[in-house]
């Protein structure tokens, strides 16, 4: 059942807006600190540079690193920062409406590869930092459960909406997300089962050879 979260109209406050010290946004109820966002952001980087890669994807890289292929010129942090905030949302949503998720699902969903030659290719595209797959895949697989308690695929638009209404506050600094959220097409968190097919945003095919 595939299930949609959409990422529309998502406007930055003003400056006057209160926004807490050292946070790079804050989303619903939760904070995201920028000490937070710099680490998750770190370990991204490490892992798209230290990603292991078969021979087939080694050549569709066509002489382009993973990390080149990947952020497509974008700033790292940008991306971790946007997959942060969905994942906030979410969470949120599940713990609004008593979703469990256990750890067996989760472990589940962590090795399907997706569209992707691997699993870990397929966390790397989604801009998901590898501290946080498990909490990732935690809500890939609540967001398919919350859809069918609305209802299955007639439920996707209230769970459009639920996500709507819980809009990410960014630091000035990240301001540039606001253009990107609100033009990005709704975020796919789950389709067919297959685990983490993102946002065309953030998701790149590997070049072809």
Do not use: H, W
């Not at 700033?75 to 969470?91: G, H, I």
């Not at 398919?144 to 630091?171: N, T, W």
């Amino acid at each position: 059942m595939a299930a949609t979260a959409a990422a529309v109209g998502i406007a930055l406050t003003a400056c006057s807006s209160p926004m807490q010290a050292g946070a790079a946004a804050v989303v619903g109820s939760e904070r995201i600190s920028m000490s937070q966002l710099d680490e998750d952001t770190q370990a991204y980087v490490s892992a798209l540079r230290n990603a292991k890669l078969d021979q087939q994807t080694q050549a569709q890289l066509a002489g382009n690193s993973l990390e080149e292929v990947v952020l497509q010129g974008a700033p790292a942090s940008q991306r971790v920062l946007l997959r942060m905030t969905e994942v906030s949302a979410f969470r949120q949503l599940l713990a609004r409406y008593n979703v469990q998720v256990s750890q067996a699902e989760i472990d589940g969903v962590l090795r399907n590869p997706g569209q992707y030659p691997s699993a870990e290719l397929n966390l790397l595209f989604s801009g998901v930092a590898p501290q946080e797959a498990r909490e990732y895949g935690r809500v890939v697989v609540g967001v398919s459960k919350l859809q069918q308690q609305f209802g299955g695929e007639s439920g996707q638009q209230r769970l459009i909406q639920e996500f709507s209404a819980i809009k990410p506050v960014f630091s000035p600094r990240y301001g540039v997300l606001n253009q990107q959220r609100s033009q990005q097409n709704p975020a796919l968190f789950v389709d067919s089962g297959r685990f983490g097919k993102v946002t065309q945003q953030s998701a790149q095919p590997l070049p072809q050879g």
